[in-house]
């Protein structure tokens, strides 16, 4: 699993990318972009599974960017590090499809917590979608079985009925 943790505070970023546990979450690989555009071009190049982004920064917010990922259907999960409480950015977060918001100072146990449940949210959202996959390989499996056995269309809708 990828994670990219944007803050343009750059110790913010070295203390969140050293002291959580990542291979407990499950995370394997930890990118750090420090700013909208970076974390834009990160996201382009290289499509992470959950996004840890401070709200304000220069140049473009964490909202800005959120907003974004919504409008260029990209699919990963947002959780939002920042230094407000003010409940309107929260609203405005979920609004946007927000995973969870966590105020600075960070604790690193809630951090992980946190990290935790959306980790195991894009588990189990990835095995779903191995699932429908693997549903649609034997329906297009099903079919041409079918379309050899019986090539003749009075012989397929006998047999469509008797499934039906």
Same mark, same amino acid.
């Given at each position: 699993?990828?994670?990219?943790?944007?803050?343009?505070?750059?110790?913010?970023?070295?203390?969140?990318?050293? @002291?959580?546990?990542?291979?407990?979450?499950?995370?394997?690989?930890?990118?750090?972009?420090? *700013?909208?555009?970076?974390?834009?071009?990160?996201?382009?190049? @290289?499509? #992470?599974?959950?996004?840890?982004?401070?709200?304000?920064? #220069?140049?473009? @917010?964490?909202? *800005?960017?959120?907003?974004?990922?919504?409008?260029?259907?990209? *699919?990963?999960?947002?959780?939002? +590090?920042?230094?407000?409480?003010?409940?309107?950015?929260?609203?405005?977060?979920?609004?946007?499809?927000?995973? *969870?918001?966590?105020?600075? #100072?960070?604790?690193?146990?809630?951090?992980?917590?946190?990290?935790?449940?959306?980790?195991? =949210?894009?588990?189990?959202?990835?095995?779903? +979608?191995?699932?429908?996959?693997? !549903?649609?390989?034997? =329906? $297009? $499996?099903?079919?041409?079985?079918?379309?050899?056995?019986?090539?003749? #269309?009075?012989?397929?809708?006998?047999? !469509?009925? =008797? +499934?039906?």
């Amino acid at each position: 699993m990828h994670i990219l943790v944007v803050d343009d505070d750059i110790p913010t970023v070295e203390v969140i990318r050293t @002291s959580l546990h990542w291979d407990l979450l499950g995370i394997d690989r930890v990118e750090t972009a420090y *700013d909208y555009t970076e974390a834009q071009n990160k996201i382009c190049a @290289s499509q #992470p599974d959950i996004i840890l982004c401070d709200i304000e920064m #220069p140049r473009g @917010s964490g909202l *800005d960017l959120l907003r974004w990922l919504r409008e260029e259907k990209r *699919d990963c999960e947002f959780v939002f +590090l920042t230094c407000h409480a003010n409940f309107d950015y929260a609203k405005t977060a979920l609004q946007y499809g927000a995973a *969870d918001y966590i105020t600075k #100072p960070f604790n690193i146990a809630q951090t992980e917590a946190t990290l935790s449940k959306v980790a195991s =949210k894009v588990r189990y959202h990835q095995e779903l +979608l191995q699932k429908s996959r693997e !549903i649609e390989l034997l =329906k $297009a $499996a099903l079919n041409r079985a079918e379309n050899r056995l019986f090539r003749r #269309p009075r012989h397929r809708r006998v047999i !469509i009925l =008797k +499934l039906k």
